[in-house]
């Protein structure tokens, strides 16, 4: 008997590691012994394997199995390295020759009656396998769809370890079994909600079109029922449909969650909408062995919608900060850093105070004035400056509603065509650069050559930099605003008025 070997994929965050699954046979006590820094979950797939294995009807050798997952200082989390074990112990027993499992990456998880549970993460696993130039690779029925959905692999689908065996060429009956299917999450998806049920707000919903075009952060503030979260909620219909890159990476982050990601890709945004009671890990991702993506992480290439901001706990939003300004987020951990994408839009609401009245044109506020300063200030300035939309919406009256029937009002597909047609202008433009949305061009380079607008444009915008009115961060990120506007009225460049009109959205709930 000699060593067999197969390979199996190690997931830290969206990245995957080849790992290569041993086992050797010795003439010892029976045990099955697993060194290679498995963690708990994946330490307990020694007893999985053994009931699948014999269940199976090719019960593990009485003798002692070593196996060894290399590299050996690389953390390897889950259950996802049951099949790999399995077919390594039955190999090493020449159940099944070694020279077959050894061209085919085994990823899935085993139940005590052989059969194979889908397994989180498979999209990312398998692009990894692909790109460390591995063309076969063995996954549960239950995540055929999802493997299929990365080019150039040959996806083996096997309801059980039985199946498994037979493919490779393990003399054994074939028996019928009810293969574990995954939930399609996809199927649930609520359809997206249309921008012409909003009735009023008009700034709110213009303000909303320039978020979109340029990729900006918004912050609502208004009395309960003045439409921030109905706002919030149609921002990604407006948003175009996501490029082949952000696809990949948003489809990755579902699967990594367990989610069903149907025959194809993602190919819209996502939103997210924690609660005001998450953690920081919740909001970010974490997790004491496997490291999981959070709300933040989830919301990548689409919008995450922050309803009663401050009630958030303060490190929760401070947290935000860095992925605001990077489009990253890192996790570190003693052994390991996983980065995950954190490129969002982030949609804040807020109610002026605790009571919520405070400026409400039908009822009074009860607040005193250093409570209402308190409430607000749970939001601090440094995030806030990041936020490039700062805008009041107010309740509608009963004048508007009345006249809502008689005006034309922005339908989601028409806001969409504008969005799309703006960033088409703004990505045109930025051709020469890394960057393809406004709200990604630093400052410097609109302050720039490139880029720099007239004095007579901007005299508005210094005045408020010159009495404190803003900071140099806000003043670039008005500048940003103002591209965006000028890209959504089809200008070639902003004029005062866009200017003006950028400094009202970072100014107008104030």
């Not at 307990?44 to 997952?69: D, E, I």
């Not at 130039?133 to 999802?146: F, L, S």
């Not at 990041?386 to 509603?401: E, F, K, P, W």
Request: hydrophobic share 45%; with cysteine.
């Amino acid at each position: 008997m000699s060593v067999a070997r197969t390979h199996a994929i190690a997931l830290l965050g969206m990245t995957g590691s080849l790992v290569e699954v041993e086992a050797d046979i010795s003439a010892n006590l029976p045990a099955i012994i697993l060194i290679g820094l498995p963690d708990a979950a994946l330490s307990q797939a020694t007893h999985r394997v053994r009931m699948a294995a014999k269940n199976s009807g090719s019960a593990l050798t009485p003798h002692r199995l070593t196996v060894n997952l290399s590299p050996a200082a690389l953390p390897k989390h889950g259950s996802g390295f049951d099949l790999a074990i399995a077919l390594a112990c039955l190999a090493a027993d020449n159940i099944v020759p070694p020279a077959s499992i050894d061209k085919v990456v085994h990823i899935g998880e085993l139940a005590l009656d052989g059969r194979l549970r889908p397994t989180a993460g498979i999209l990312p696993a398998v692009i990894a396998a692909s790109k460390r130039g591995h063309r076969q690779v063995m996954v549960p029925v239950g995540n055929a769809q999802e493997a299929s959905l990365v080019p150039g692999m040959r996806v083996i689908a096997v309801a059980s370890l039985r199946e498994a065996l037979i493919w490779h060429g393990a003399a054994i009956e074939p028996v019928d079994v009810d293969p574990i299917m995954q939930h399609d999450d996809a199927a649930d998806a609520q359809t997206e909600l249309d921008l012409v049920d909003v009735v009023g707000n008009d700034e709110a919903v213009l303000a909303l079109q320039v978020a979109a075009a340029g990729g900006h952060h918004v912050f609502m503030l208004g009395p309960p029922g003045s439409g921030k979260t109905m706002l919030a909620a149609r921002l990604p219909g407006i948003l175009p449909d996501l490029d082949t890159a952000a696809s990949l990476e948003v489809s990755s982050l579902r699967s990594l969650t367990g989610s069903g990601l149907g025959r194809s890709l993602v190919t819209r945004p996502p939103l997210e909408a924690p609660h005001h009671t998450a953690t920081a890990a919740a909001m970010i991702g974490g997790g004491t062995g496997q490291i999981r993506p959070g709300a933040a992480v989830r919301a990548a290439h689409g919008v995450l919608f922050l309803d009663e901001a401050p009630e958030f706990a303060a490190p929760v939003l401070d947290a935000l900060r860095q992925p605001l300004e990077s489009g990253l987020i890192s996790i570190h951990r003693a052994n390991a850093t996983a980065t995950f994408p954190g490129r969002f839009q982030l949609v804040m609401a807020a109610n002026p105070c605790p009571c919520g009245q405070y400026g409400a044109s039908d009822k009074e506020c009860t607040c005193p004035p250093n409570a209402r300063r308190r409430y607000l200030a749970k939001i601090s300035g440094p995030l806030l400056d990041r936020i490039d939309i700062q805008l009041g919406v107010q309740r509608i009256t009963a004048a508007q509603l009345r006249l809502a029937d008689t005006e034309e009002r922005v339908t989601s597909a028409a806001a969409r065509a504008r969005v799309e047609s703006a960033r088409a202008a703004a990505a045109e433009r930025l051709a020469p650069t890394p960057w393809t949305l406004n709200s990604q061009v630093p400052g410097p380079w609109l302050r720039g050559p490139h880029a720099r607008l007239g004095g007579a444009i901007t005299a508005g915008l210094d005045r408020a930099l010159e009495r404190g009115g803003i900071t140099m961060r806000g003043y670039d990120r008005v500048l940003k605003v103002a591209w965006s506007i000028a890209d959504l009225e089809g200008l070639t460049s902003p004029g005062a008025d866009q200017v003006g009109q950028a400094l009202y959205l970072r100014k107008g709930m104030s």
